[in-house]
């Protein structure tokens, strides 16, 4: 089965401790991104990447690190988690070029900093 | 900067009426244009995909292209309660990754 595979699901823990979020898909898909989606702000992109060893900051790349060393995989870092990066986090994956890109999420993970 | 505008709604339709969700985008080079539904909490799922001008009918489901006036829509016939979600409008174009709207809410009465 195709999908996108994030963990933890739920997270609680407390300012300044490094986390790391994975983020694994088994649709040999070039492209991976991390999203956070606060009420009232949509999705927004944090980091992405085109391809392995390749990335790039999104609109919200502020705390927030990111590695690509297989394709399949592209955990999220947060090296000193603060309160105001509570969040749902989305990792999804697409492929590259014109039809059949749409990209695939992964079940999301609830971080909470306190 | 590339952007994705919806309006956020909220919009209310009662049940088995017509539900009409809007989206524009700035990229004129976008070639890609999709639908996302999204229930409260759960991750976004992929309702439509279309990429040439005119209209996709999919079940319930129609979306509709206009690239001169760089415009998507989505009707959604026969509205339930069970669409009761927020809609994301996404846009890319080969190479790139895709881009977001906000999102516009439905809520459908019954």
């Known amino acids: 089965e195709a999908q996108v595979t994030q963990n933890p699901r739920y997270l609680i823990t407390v300012t300044g401790k490094k986390l790391t979020v994975t983020c694994s898909q088994n649709?040999?898909?070039?492209?991976m991104s991390w999203y956070r989606q606060d009420p009232g702000l949509g999705l927004r992109q944090i980091y992405y990447?085109?391809?392995?060893?390749?990335?790039d900051k999104g609109d919200v790349p502020e705390g927030y690190k990111v590695s690509r060393k297989e394709k399949r995989n592209f955990p999220l870092i947060l090296e000193s988690p603060s309160p105001n990066q509570t969040s749902l986090y989305f990792c999804?994956?697409?492929?590259?070029?014109?039809?059949?890109?749409?990209?695939?999420f992964g079940q999301g993970t609830r971080l909470t900093v306190v | 900067q590339k952007e994705v505008e919806q309006n956020s709604g909220p919009l209310s339709v009662p049940e088995g009426a017509i539900a009409s969700l809007n989206c524009t985008y700035s990229?004129?080079?976008?070639?890609?244009f999709f639908w996302y539904r999204q229930y409260s909490g759960k991750s976004p799922e992929l309702i439509m995909s279309?990429?040439?001008?005119g209209d996709k009918e999919d079940g319930r489901f129609t979306a509709q292209l206009n690239k001169a006036s760089q415009y998507v829509s989505l009707l959604i016939r026969d509205s339930q309660p069970s669409d009761s979600a927020t809609y994301l409008c996404?846009?890319?174009?080969?190479?790139?990754?895709?881009?977001f709207g906000k999102g516009t809410t439905l809520s459908v009465s019954s």
């Open positions: 996404a846009v890319k174009q080969a190479g790139t990754a895709l881009i």
């Open positions: 279309i990429y040439s001008n």
């Open positions: 990229d004129r080079v976008s070639q890609s």
């Open positions: 649709m040999n898909h070039e492209y």
């Open positions: 990447s085109m391809n392995v060893e390749v990335t």
């Open positions: 999804a994956s697409s492929a590259p070029g014109y039809q059949n890109t749409e990209a695939f």
